[in-house]
């Protein structure tokens, strides 16, 4: 972590046209909060197909504990629970991660970095063009409470696709 607790990011084409009005990261230790943005999105089924079918397996292997994990929140069709996850029923929602926070430390956990590892070896990067936001979608859905993540309401233009997220 070289030492570093928060890294916050913003796209060098996003901007903030007005000022915030409170301190990013003394917000993000208020509530608790291990993983902040500005908005959810929805992304293109191309960018995101076989990555639900990847936490799916993840989340066997290691036994995980569903029962806190949001990311079934996006789930179509919820009644089977994490059975359900799929390309063909994941409802595309993503966190709009162009600009976010979050605590490195979080990140280095053995387990989450075990699913980083997982995501790499499949080589589905590539293959899918899977992006940082679904990714961070996945990885904050499957290792993170929703109350651990923060929604910001300042004001946001992501220039690149000509977006106001006011």
Same mark, same amino acid.
């Given at each position: 972590?070289?030492?570093?607790?928060?890294?916050?990011?913003?796209?060098?084409?996003?901007?903030?046209?007005?000022?915030?009005?409170?301190?990013?990261?003394?917000?993000?230790?208020?509530?608790?909060?291990?993983?902040?943005?500005?908005?959810?999105?929805?992304?293109?089924?191309?960018?995101?197909?076989?990555?639900? $079918?990847?936490?799916?397996?993840?989340?066997?292997?290691?036994?995980?504990?569903?029962?806190?994990?949001?990311?079934?929140?996006?789930?179509?069709?919820?009644?089977?629970?994490?059975?359900?996850?799929?390309?063909?029923?994941?409802?595309?929602?993503?966190?709009?991660?162009?600009?976010?926070?979050?605590?490195?430390? !979080? !990140?280095?956990?053995?387990?989450?970095?075990?699913?980083?590892?997982?995501?790499?070896?499949?080589?589905?990067? #590539?293959?899918?063009?899977?992006?940082?936001?679904?990714? #961070?979608?996945?990885?904050?859905?499957?290792?993170?409470?929703?109350?651990?993540?923060? $929604?910001?309401?300042?004001?946001?233009?992501?220039?690149?696709?000509?977006?106001?997220?006011?």
């Amino acid at each position: 972590t070289m030492g570093y607790r928060w890294v916050i990011w913003l796209d060098a084409d996003s901007q903030v046209p007005s000022n915030i009005q409170y301190n990013i990261v003394d917000m993000m230790v208020q509530h608790k909060a291990q993983y902040g943005f500005r908005t959810f999105a929805t992304d293109s089924r191309q960018v995101t197909h076989g990555l639900p $079918e990847a936490a799916r397996l993840w989340i066997a292997l290691e036994k995980l504990d569903v029962s806190n994990m949001w990311i079934l929140s996006l789930l179509r069709d919820k009644s089977s629970g994490v059975d359900a996850l799929s390309s063909n029923n994941y409802n595309q929602r993503i966190i709009h991660n162009n600009f976010f926070v979050t605590n490195v430390t !979080w !990140w280095m956990e053995p387990r989450l970095q075990g699913w980083l590892k997982y995501l790499e070896m499949l080589c589905e990067y #590539h293959k899918f063009r899977w992006g940082d936001a679904p990714v #961070h979608t996945f990885t904050t859905g499957m290792f993170l409470r929703r109350d651990q993540l923060l $929604e910001f309401d300042f004001d946001y233009v992501h220039a690149g696709h000509d977006t106001d997220l006011s």
